[in-house]
């Protein structure tokens, strides 16, 4: 009977070996998945066991902290800024996931990023209470709340404002409107948290959205700028004449493009006077008949068109930033459609663009004709504030050279100065720029736009986008005047007024 | 020991902060207890396998100190920490550990001779089955915990698992029919495909078993039993026979039934029900995790958030899976032990079983070798149903883990297991010159041992032509 006991044996061992395998199968190869599953009340006791870091804005203004609570999460959330910097900030909820800032610096918040190593032995050595480390932000908190009254006061009370400093790609003030109070979603109370956000994902004026980063629209007349920067790198002067006049008729069609009410566009005019009254004749023409598609898309690209730029080189893109797009400009049989490049050319037909696109351009021009990448994580600190990172500005491109920027300039400070701008003065500053007056369907109200910089003492100071969404005609005046008061917050700061 | 109390000091900091000199308590009288039960086993059958007891006493004590620091945390959420020796589910499982310890010892204090027990198989595997019907006769009322009938409850706090008992019951039946059978199981057959097949009446008692097993399925609604009574009796037979078609014959059976209470469940219901929706929680635990799949679900998470190496003594959260104290201990240690804490606590089961088989080897009697085969089997096979159920090899099924789980029945069942197991392989390890009828010098089995040992010895001359005595292996 010897034989057989052993065999049971054997077969003891191998019921012990299967357990084995499927111990290693559970505790190995999916922990991970266990470990981070939806379903594991773990992850959240351990998320709120330590005091989360906070996100300030430029000068310390608390944009999100953690205060201990009583309750079994240790610490909640909240957002002393509300609304305001709702779109950049995000939230982070209990189990309703997380966005914007709170997501992308999550591990380094919660502190357990890779640069914290030190920070956590440091702690369980010294017996201290770990806790997260703080990001603080490139914005500016004054052109942040200028932004955000003068949207919430606007006509349309919906679109977006974004400003960067041209010279390094810092974000200063992004908002979007209109927005929501980020607040109730990070409750304990779980089931008022998913309340809050499912009310404001079925709000028709869709709150959530980031109108400055997660949407396109047509650009309207700021496109010109595009135009104009083909045409001056073709070797084109703003002195150039070109020829205007109230309609032009492009080849292979009968739809005639005319010149908005109120324009006045001889049929002789300069590129930088057609620029400063954004005479659309004269663009369309200039576009089919010397630039072509080709080199308008080339231009497009270079500033950044049909590749969403990458906000903290985050390549997850958790600011959920979108692409700008300029469409094929051809027909179905892959041909240059002339009548599509004419309409493209004034930012109508298959053209859309971000409003962060939009400040991109302005700052390009600004700056001299580098693009700067774009950014909103000015440092991460560690709890006891030593930095672990601060950003370095880098130029991810250089679509114009140095005389065509200055050139463009001139010509944006004119539209300005002389021209449909008029309402983006700041006294004291040089300040440059393009409205734009966007058709998006028939029957809807125009968009208003409105792109440009201040310089001072031929340095630049700040670029802005304002995008006013279905303000009708005069949308783009107020755009202009809303960039204005944004750009002069931000001069003020820099105490340069 | 020190390994016990290391992990009670290492969880009572984590919890607490500090290490208070509570955790001593319970730990002083475990050593106690394991202490006075190893010199007791020296005296009383001083040739035994000297590690059964110390690897025992390491599940024993890993579970008590586990259930203490439960009420640790618990009382640490009410703001105490002062919990007094026996209160508490660490306290009456240390309790139930020194009762348990105190029924093993007085078992092997009376059973001198493991071959005494076959005088009584017919009496005590009658027991058996009494005790293993008794919850399936009761109103659900007395006999129903969490959906299994397989209790006797008195009052509200009190209940004992009748079917832990029963197993060893039963195996003495099992072995005492079986060594008078083995002859005509093994010899007569019919050979197909080279698998040598029992004659149809010789089927019967198997058969009976089956149906037995399968009763306790439908009626206690209960796979983990089922599945080691069956178990138990197939690998008794096939030890006994020697042949591969017992083993073959019951797989089928047992999958075949199986498979029968899973079809059925899904498309009658009534009794099969329950089996149905186990297996069905096993095959998509994660389709209704917070309510159906729950307790496996939050086992798998709790398991997986252990990882590697677990998140330490005392800093997981075994409190948030269900069941933590009885079904699911091996989970909720799993996440604090990590893969590795668990392989190790696995290897000493695996040892237990093993050392358990090698007394079975040792023995020169057919019922020893019969009984603590399937002893130390079962052992092996509950560890395995429980933990395979935790951790989603198996479905999931209401077994305790033995020496861990909290529960009276079960540690007084296993102990007495353990403590029979000690007591043949003291008589495996006895020098064979020094002659048993030396041995049993009890007033009670005077004039029993020559009748007894005629009976085993003669069969085991006559059964197997290969000699075993002096077989060290």
Redesign the interface.
């Known amino acids: 009977m010897n034989a057989p006991l052993r065999r049971a044996g054997v077969v003891v061992l191998v019921l012990f070996g299967l357990l084995f395998a499927n111990l290693n199968w559970v505790q190995a190869y999916k922990a991970d998945d266990y470990r981070n599953s939806d379903y594991n009340p773990r992850v959240q006791i351990s998320e709120y066991q330590h005091q989360r870091g906070t996100i300030e804005a430029s000068g310390g203004v608390l944009l999100a902290q953690s205060a201990a609570t009583g309750d079994n999460l240790k610490y909640l959330r909240s957002y002393p800024q509300g609304a305001q910097y709702a779109h950049l900030v995000g939230f982070k909820g209990v189990n309703l996931g997380s966005s914007g800032i709170e997501k992308l610096e999550n591990a380094y918040l919660q502190g357990n990023a890779d640069s914290q190593v030190t920070d956590r032995w440091l702690a369980m050595l010294t017996g201290k209470e770990p806790s997260g480390g703080n990001v603080l932000l490139t914005l500016s908190p004054t052109a942040q709340k200028v932004a955000y009254d003068a949207l919430a006061n606007s006509s349309v009370h919906k679109g977006a404002v974004v400003a960067l400093d041209p010279t390094t790609g810092a974000i200063l003030a992004a908002t979007s409107a209109p927005s929501f109070d980020p607040n109730p979603m990070a409750s304990h109370d779980t089931q008022a948290a998913v309340d809050a956000y499912d009310k404001l994902n079925k709000d028709s004026n869709q709150p959530l959205l980031n109108r400055a980063f997660s949407e396109t629209y047509p650009p309207g007349s700021t496109f010109k700028v595009i135009d104009s920067a083909a045409a001056l790198s073709a070797g084109m002067k703003p002195s150039d004449v070109l020829q205007g006049g109230p309609a032009y008729t492009p080849p292979q069609t009968t739809h005639t493009i005319p010149n908005e009410q109120g324009v006045v566009c001889p049929d002789q005019i300069t590129l930088q006077q057609a620029l400063t009254v954004s005479c659309n004749t004269a663009f369309s023409r200039l576009a089919v008949e010397k630039i072509g598609a080709d080199k308008l898309k080339q231009t497009a690209q270079a500033f950044g068109f049909e590749k969403a730029p990458l906000i903290d080189q985050d390549s997850r893109n958790v600011m959920g930033v979108v692409a700008s797009h300029t469409g094929s400009m051809l027909d179905q049989n892959g041909q240059v459609d002339q009548p599509t490049v004419a309409l493209s050319a004034i930012g109508q037909s298959n053209v859309r663009m971000t409003p962060l696109q939009g400040a991109l351009i302005a700052a390009t021009v600004a700056n001299g004709g580098s693009q700067m990448r774009p950014y909103l994580i000015n440092k991460e600190l560690t709890s006891d504030r030593t930095p672990t990172y601060v950003a370095r500005p880098q130029q991810q491109s250089r679509p114009i050279d140095q005389s065509v920027a200055s050139d463009l300039q001139t010509m944006m400070v004119s539209v300005v100065e002389n021209g449909t701008g008029r309402k983006a003065q700041i006294s004291g500053l040089q300040v440059g720029g393009k409205t734009g007056t966007a058709e998006n369907g028939t029957g809807n109200p125009e968009h208003g736009w409105f792109i440009g910089f201040a310089m001072k003492n031929g340095k630049p100071v700040a670029a802005v986008a304002v995008f006013l969404q279905q303000a009708g005609l005069s949308g783009s005046g107020e755009a202009a005047g809303i960039a204005g008061k944004v750009m002069a917050a931000i001069a003020r700061e820099r105490g340069l007024m | 020991m020190v390994l016990v109390g290391g992990y009670a000091a290492a969880s009572e900091a984590a919890l607490v902060g500090r290490v208070s000199l509570g955790f001593l308590g319970p730990l002083i009288t475990l050593t106690a207890i394991f202490f006075a039960a190893h010199l007791l086993i020296r005296w009383l059958a001083p040739h035994a396998d000297p590690v059964l007891l110390p690897a025992v006493a390491v599940v024993n004590g890993f579970g008590v100190m586990f259930l203490h620091r439960l009420d640790v945390a618990d009382l640490k959420e009410h703001g105490t920490v002062k919990i007094p020796l026996f209160s508490g589910q660490g306290g009456r499982q240390l309790m139930w550990t020194l009762l348990a310890v105190i029924c093993a010892v007085a078992v092997l204090a009376v059973v001198r001779d493991h071959r005494s027990l076959s005088r009584y198989a017919y009496t005590l595997g009658l027991a058996g089955i009494a005790l293993m019907m008794i919850p399936a006769i009761l109103p659900a009322r007395f006999s129903s915990i969490n959906g299994a009938k397989l209790w006797i409850r008195f009052g509200s706090f009190f209940a004992i698992q009748p079917g832990e008992f029963a197993k060893i019951l039963l195996l003495v039946y099992f072995s005492y029919y079986l060594v008078r059978k083995r002859e005509v199981l093994s010899l007569a057959s019919k050979r197909i495909l080279g698998i040598d097949f029992p004659r149809g009446r010789d089927l019967g008692p198997v058969l009976a078993v089956w149906l037995l097993s399968l009763m306790v399925l439908i009626f206690e609604k209960d796979l983990g039993t089922s599945l080691m009574y069956f178990g138990m009796f197939v690998?008794t037979l096939?030890?006994?026979t020697?042949r591969v078609s017992w083993l073959i014959i019951g797989l089928l059976l047992f999958l075949g039934g199986a498979f029968l209470a899973y079809f059925l469940g899904g498309t009658v219901g009534g009794p099969f029900a329950n089996f149905y929706e186990r297996a069905d929680i096993w095959l998509h635990p994660?389709a209704d995790?917070?309510n159906k799949g729950y307790q496996l679900?939050?086992s798998?998470?709790g398991?997986?958030?252990?990882?590697?190496f677990g998140s330490g003594p005392g800093a997981?959260?075994p409190d948030?899976v269900p069941l933590v104290q009885s079904d699911f201990i091996f989970a909720g240690m799993?996440e604090e032990i990590?893969?590795f804490g668990?392989?190790a606590l696995?290897a000493v089961?695996?040892f237990i079983?093993?050392r358990g088989?090698r007394a079975?080897?040792g023995v020169r009697d057919?019922f020893g070798?019969?009984f603590a085969?399937g002893l130390?089997?079962t052992l092996?096979?509950q560890?395995?149903v429980i933990?395979?159920g935790v951790?989603?090899?198996i479905p999931l099924t209401g077994q305790t883990t033995p020496f861990m789980s909290a529960g009276g029945s079960s540690l007084v069942a296993n102990w007495v297991l353990i403590a029979l197991l000690v007591r043949i392989s003291d008589a495996a390890r006895r020098p064979a010159d020094g002659s048993g009828a030396g041995r049993s010098g009890g007033p009670a089995a005077g004039g029993g041992p020559v009748k007894l040992q005629d009976l085993p010895t003669e069969m085991l001359r006559a059964?197997?032509a290969?000699g075993?005595v002096g077989?060290k292996?």
């Open positions: 690998v096939y030890v006994a020697e994660f995790p917070t679900v939050q798998l998470l398991l997986g958030t252990g990882g590697l997981g959260r948030k799993g990590g893969l668990l392989t696995l089961y695996l079983a093993m088989l079975a080897i057919s070798k019969l085969g130390s089997f092996g096979l560890v395995f933990v395979g951790s989603k090899l059964g197997s290969s075993h077989d292996s």
